[in-house]
């Protein structure tokens, strides 16, 4: 199955503006995450997804193509559908949407996600890994838990699983899973999710995934081993991100 990487990019972050075009060593950050997705060899191609001319001016001396999208689109994922049903990319079977502030993004977490679609298993994928008891109380941190096939049986900023008896600590503590925003569809389910309206839960927990799971899309979570690396969306996510890059890039070599 071919896949198309899609990386939104908007300018419009409230707790971060500019974004995309904000410098990580030096370059627009959005173009740092369209060079990891390159090199990472997961995707057969891959392209950002703007309604910011601004942005697309700003990328494309540096090589990644950009294909300018609606304004009105209210998430990343309508963006990355209307890219994945122009003309141009109908021959791609499987689509890969990689947020622009993941710059650290990891092949397992990419290999993960499409995995559950290319699988066959799962019309939708998706990344978890194993985390501290300690992110359950920190609502920044989306939580996931999944059944025993590794499809995802909810997503909440809450403490999931509950720890009911104190007994079973040890227990939860196997159980405790963060969810890791990458996505992968297949072509009709993305188009299915985006022809869905705003679910009630995805509008209480401001988590959109949740809307095909209310439909009965099934979505596949594939469980890694690594942790996840600092996605930016603050200015102090970015001053971290700029001291770690020269160490990330020669790790990554």
Same mark, same amino acid.
């Given at each position: 199955?071919?896949?198309?990487?899609?990386?939104?990019?908007?300018?419009?972050?409230?707790?971060?503006?500019?974004?995309?075009?904000?410098?990580?060593?030096?370059?627009?950050?959005?173009?740092?995450?369209?060079?990891?997705?390159?090199?990472?060899?997961?995707?057969?191609?891959?392209?950002?997804?703007?309604?910011?001319?601004?942005?697309?001016? &700003?990328?494309?001396?540096? !090589? @990644?193509?950009?294909?300018? %999208? /609606?304004?009105?689109?209210?998430? =990343? *994922?309508?963006? $990355?559908?209307?890219?994945?049903?122009?003309?141009?990319?109908?021959?791609?079977?499987?689509?890969?949407?990689?947020?622009?502030?993941?710059?650290?993004?990891? &092949?397992?977490?990419?290999? !993960? @996600?499409?995995?559950?679609? %290319? /699988?066959?298993?799962?019309?939708? =994928? *998706?990344?978890? $890994?194993?985390?501290?008891?300690?992110?359950?109380?920190?609502?920044?941190?989306?939580?996931?838990?999944?059944?025993?096939?590794?499809?995802?049986?909810?997503?909440?900023?809450?403490?999931?699983?509950?720890?009911?008896?104190?007994?079973?600590?040890?227990?939860?503590?196997?159980?405790?899973?963060?969810?890791?925003?990458?996505?992968?569809?297949?072509?009709?389910?993305?188009?299915?999710?985006?022809?869905?309206?705003?679910?009630?839960?995805?509008?209480?927990?401001?988590?959109?995934?949740?809307?095909?799971?209310?439909?009965?899309?099934?979505?596949?979570?594939?469980?890694?081993?690594?942790?996840?690396?600092?996605?930016?969306?603050?200015?102090?996510?970015?001053?971290?991100?700029?001291?770690?890059?020269?160490?990330?890039?020669?790790?990554?070599?």
């Amino acid at each position: 199955m071919k896949t198309l990487a899609v990386i939104p990019a908007r300018l419009g972050a409230s707790r971060l503006p500019r974004k995309p075009l904000r410098l990580l060593a030096g370059l627009p950050l959005v173009v740092r995450v369209w060079q990891r997705v390159q090199a990472l060899n997961v995707a057969s191609h891959c392209v950002i997804a703007t309604d910011s001319d601004e942005v697309a001016k &700003a990328v494309r001396p540096h !090589g @990644a193509e950009v294909v300018l %999208t /609606s304004p009105a689109h209210s998430s =990343g *994922t309508d963006r $990355v559908a209307e890219v994945a049903a122009r003309p141009e990319f109908l021959s791609f079977d499987a689509i890969l949407n990689v947020q622009g502030d993941e710059p650290f993004v990891s &092949a397992g977490a990419l290999r !993960g @996600a499409v995995s559950q679609v %290319t /699988s066959g298993q799962f019309p939708l =994928g *998706t990344v978890a $890994v194993r985390a501290d008891d300690a992110v359950l109380d920190e609502p920044s941190v989306v939580k996931v838990v999944a059944a025993d096939d590794g499809r995802a049986m909810y997503f909440s900023r809450a403490a999931i699983p509950f720890l009911r008896d104190a007994a079973e600590a040890p227990l939860r503590s196997t159980r405790v899973w963060q969810h890791i925003g990458v996505y992968a569809y297949a072509r009709p389910a993305l188009a299915q999710w985006v022809s869905l309206p705003p679910h009630p839960l995805e509008r209480i927990e401001r988590l959109e995934q949740l809307r095909p799971l209310a439909a009965g899309l099934a979505m596949g979570v594939a469980l890694i081993e690594e942790q996840p690396g600092i996605g930016v969306d603050t200015d102090e996510d970015l001053r971290r991100a700029n001291a770690d890059w020269n160490a990330f890039e020669e790790r990554t070599r």
